[in-house]
């Protein structure tokens, strides 16, 4: 692959993970709790985890998760003292959460409100599992929702939990402890390792790496949690799951490896736009470009691959020396959305096209 932002795009389509179309409820809603004084990266740290795991973990036309938080009110909360969020929701209209997550930080004022704290009582009730970070933990041990079980919390406030709530088996000098349906954590940090294990739980350790990757983070979960993780997303069926060895195959550079699994596909549902999309992207990936042309115009048939299939068969087109076919494939992607002038002024595919009088009058159109 050549190098520049031209393939980090084409990298970045290659490794996606896609997945056929679900029933309804495939999307799980994640609520993440507001209050003043809440630690910022107790609600941060989650919140990139599952927002970064909700297109990689994504079924091909529904993203794995709905991120939102909820507050008393809509009314910006202060984090820390100087940075305001403003909830998305108030308790009075949130949607009910798949997912609940209760951060730390000043969650004494969350305990001293009791319509949020009826909330989250009915939200939990309701939800398939419940997070919590830091001194969240101190939420969940209010409403009853730990006893009996065993949890942890930030380093500091073990002592607080054990004399508290008696009938908790605190356990300190663990990141996470894993319920089933309650998931606590450590401090503050912690809570990107609670995220990353739910995320494995529900999708699979191969999307919860590649987003640790994606962060950066270093995320090394003990061999008794890890060791429980199905390798592939639990939730796909046989499309979903060929389409992400095609994906890890991919990443490992077996390139036609890929390929063969996308055809695999193909064979069984021809009019598969995503897999035509991926198909095409591997083919233009090792410069078999004429098939790769043909890929993307069946890709060009979905609604939501367009956009993405009419910009690569530009630069394919490009790559090929068809300057005429290129800026038509560049228009018609501008017309289905792909608007990013960036891609289209840096993109070394495109070089043959930008001393082209049209090539300026279609990027003079785009913000």
């Known amino acids: 692959m050549r190098p520049g932002p031209r393939s980090a795009l084409l990298l970045s389509l290659l490794l996606a993970v896609a997945a056929p179309a679900w029933a309804d409820g495939y999307t799980r809603n994640v609520a993440i709790v507001l209050f003043e004084g ?51 929701y108030a308790i009075a209209d949130s949607p009910m959460p798949d997912i609940l997550v209760l951060p730390g930080g000043r969650a004494d004022n969350a305990m001293k409100d009791p319509e949020l704290m009826a909330w989250i009582g009915k939200a939990a009730g309701k ?36 004399a508290q709530y008696p009938g908790i088996t605190v356990r300190p000098g663990r990141r996470f402890v894993d319920n089933g349906k309650i998931i606590t954590t450590a401090g503050v940090s912690a809570g990107i390792d609670g995220a990353l294990h739910l995320v494995a739980r529900t999708l699979g350790r191969y999307v919860a790496d590649r987003v640790a990757e994606y962060m950066e983070y270093p995320w090394a979960p003990q061999s008794r949690e890890s060791s ?13 799951r060929t389409m992400q060895q095609a994906s890890i195959a991919a990443a490992g550079g077996d390139t036609r490896g890929a390929i063969a699994l996308y055809r695999e ?14 198909l095409g992207a591997a083919l233009h990936s090792i410069g078999e470009y004429s098939d790769a042309v043909a890929a993307y115009d069946e890709a060009a048939k979905g609604k939501a691959q367009r956009p993405m299939a009419l910009y690569n068969l530009a630069c394919v087109e490009a790559l090929r020396g068809e300057k005429a076919k290129a800026l038509d494939a560049m228009a018609r992607a501008i017309e289905a959305g792909f608007r990013t002038r960036s891609a289209y002024e840096s993109d070394p595919e495109l070089a043959l096209l930008r001393d082209e009088a049209r090539f300026g009058r279609l990027l003079a159109g785009l913000p």
Not at 229 to 240: K, M, S, T, W
């Open 265 to 278: 596909v193909l064979a069984v549902k021809r009019d598969d736009p995503e897999a035509w999309l991926r």
């Open 38 to 88: 809440v630690e910022v990266l107790d609600v941060g740290g989650p919140a990139e985890v599952f927002a970064s795991a909700a297109s990689r973990g994504a079924n091909g036309s529904e993203p794995a998760f709905n991120i939102y938080t909820v507050g008393s009110t809509r009314a910006p909360v202060a984090s820390q003292g100087f940075l305001d969020i403003v909830p998305d």
């Open 228 to 240: 429980t993780y199905a390798q592939y997303n639990p939730r796909l069926d046989p499309r979903g």
């Open 127 to 162: 939800a398939d599992q419940v997070l919590t970070i830091c001194y969240g933990s101190f939420i969940a041990a209010k409403l009853g929702l730990l006893d009996g079980l065993e949890a942890t919390t930030w380093y500091g406030s073990v002592p607080a939990m054990a």
